[in-house]
């Protein structure tokens, strides 16, 4: 089993940036692939970040290119989300999720945490 507790959302400005933190426990070796995602009302769940342990080489969505940045600290079993350039497109409930296969359904998600751009 994992747990994921996600943390840092909160109300910004556009233009502005947060950090998000997932932190992980337990079965360690299950968050082999940790992502972000985010879902907004009335919208479908979206990948924003995803990295491979395997490589370190982060996957991003094209709506976030160049303004998001995912880091994991192993040593901390905590993923990051680095969020800059915030807009208002942005506001959503962001969770992470964990998985020990890449390329499969994620089987372990946090609670979330809201993040909101106002304009």
């Known amino acids: 089993q994992v747990q994921l507790m996600e943390s840092g959302g909160g109300s910004v400005q556009a233009g502005g940036s947060l950090r998000l933190s997932c932190a992980a426990s337990?079965?360690?070796?299950?968050?082999?692939?940790m992502g972000w995602f985010r879902q907004a009302p009335g919208k479908e769940r979206e990948m924003v970040a995803r990295?491979?342990?395997?490589?370190?080489?982060?996957v991003y969505a094209d709506s976030v290119k160049g303004r998001f940045t995912i880091t994991r600290d192993y040593a901390k079993n905590t993923l990051y989300l680095q969020m800059n350039i915030l807009k208002p497109e942005d506001t959503a409930m962001y969770s992470c999720a964990a998985n020990p296969f890449c390329g499969a359904e994620y089987q372990y998600w946090g609670q979330g945490t809201q993040v909101t751009v106002s304009s």
């Open positions: 337990g079965y360690m070796h299950s968050t082999h692939c």
């Open positions: 990295v491979d342990a395997s490589h370190d080489i982060p």
